[in-house]
């Protein structure tokens, strides 16, 4: 299989960006990479299990409404989502399979910012526990795409639409490559050696954050 992979952005802002919508019109994908937070759960969705013109009525009338007003009012950007979901479910109707995938680590990581906020500044890139939350996401998502393409029987040369952020996906596209674990720490964490290494780092987050701890423990390639 040799997927067509398109990433596509999406500005979280107060006005709407339509380009991961539009993207469903124009590329008419057979597989979408949401960065939406799996819940440690299977990621494929349940809609994944039935044909196109077959998917629920009710799971579709859901996906019609969109999001609450409450989520809204928090996270104004995902009104954009709503037309993404009309177009998706547009081809469904039309007996096109599109299916779709949550890859992001689970809620209570991706919300962890608390901690993590408290190391933004004066540049979070340059701090390492902000980095230490964005390779847990990132090695989870690149676990689950992974997945993904191995368990795949569709099309030979299927259209993927990645609609994670262009940082992430650079990342992660070197993840799903198998670099061995050095190249992995050199990567997120070399630039941080003389504050942290990786004999201590399981301590210092262990100390720090037990969210962070908690996931580190799960799917960190270091030990």
Same mark, same amino acid.
């Given at each position: 299989?040799?997927?067509? =992979?398109? &990433?596509?952005?999406? $500005?979280?802002?107060?006005?709407?960006?339509?380009? &991961?919508?539009?993207?469903?019109?124009?590329?008419?994908?057979?597989?979408?990479?949401?960065?939406?937070?799996?819940?440690?759960?299977?990621?494929?969705?349940?809609?994944?299990?039935?044909?196109?013109?077959?998917?629920?009525?009710?799971?579709?009338?859901?996906?019609?409404?969109?999001?609450?007003?409450?989520?809204?009012?928090?996270?104004?950007?995902?009104?954009?989502?709503?037309?993404?979901?009309? $177009?998706?479910?547009?081809?469904?109707?039309?007996?096109?399979?599109?299916?779709?995938?949550?890859?992001?680590?689970?809620?209570?990581?991706?919300?962890? /910012?608390?901690?993590?906020?408290?190391?933004?500044?004066?540049?979070?890139?340059? $701090?390492?526990?902000? /980095?230490?939350?964005?390779?847990?996401?990132?090695?989870?998502?690149?676990?689950?795409?992974?997945?993904?393409?191995?368990?795949?029987?569709?099309?030979?040369?299927?259209?993927?639409?990645? =609609?994670? &952020? !262009? =940082?992430?996906?650079?990342?992660?596209?070197?993840?799903?490559?198998?670099?061995?674990?050095?190249?992995? /720490?050199?990567?997120?964490?070399?630039?941080?050696?003389?504050?942290?290494?990786?004999?201590?780092?399981?301590?210092?987050?262990? !100390?720090? $954050?037990?969210?962070?701890?908690?996931?580190? &423990?799960?799917?960190?390639?270091?030990?």
């Amino acid at each position: 299989m040799k997927p067509k =992979f398109i &990433q596509v952005d999406c $500005n979280e802002t107060m006005e709407l960006d339509l380009r &991961q919508a539009e993207a469903v019109k124009k590329y008419r994908p057979d597989v979408i990479i949401l960065e939406y937070p799996c819940d440690g759960k299977d990621p494929a969705w349940d809609l994944n299990k039935f044909e196109p013109t077959k998917k629920p009525k009710k799971a579709i009338v859901n996906l019609k409404k969109g999001f609450s007003k409450k989520v809204l009012k928090i996270h104004p950007w995902a009104a954009a989502d709503t037309i993404m979901w009309k $177009n998706v479910i547009d081809l469904w109707e039309n007996d096109h399979q599109v299916l779709i995938y949550s890859v992001d680590g689970p809620g209570e990581l991706t919300s962890e /910012w608390l901690e993590v906020w408290g190391h933004m500044y004066p540049c979070a890139k340059k $701090n390492w526990v902000w /980095w230490v939350q964005i390779y847990l996401r990132e090695r989870i998502m690149a676990n689950h795409i992974i997945g993904i393409l191995a368990d795949y029987q569709g099309k030979e040369n299927p259209v993927v639409l990645i =609609f994670l &952020q !262009s =940082f992430h996906w650079k990342h992660i596209k070197y993840m799903i490559d198998n670099p061995d674990k050095e190249k992995i /720490w050199d990567y997120y964490f070399g630039k941080f050696e003389d504050e942290v290494s990786r004999e201590d780092m399981r301590q210092r987050i262990a !100390s720090l $954050n037990k969210v962070l701890y908690k996931y580190w &423990q799960k799917v960190a390639d270091f030990g």
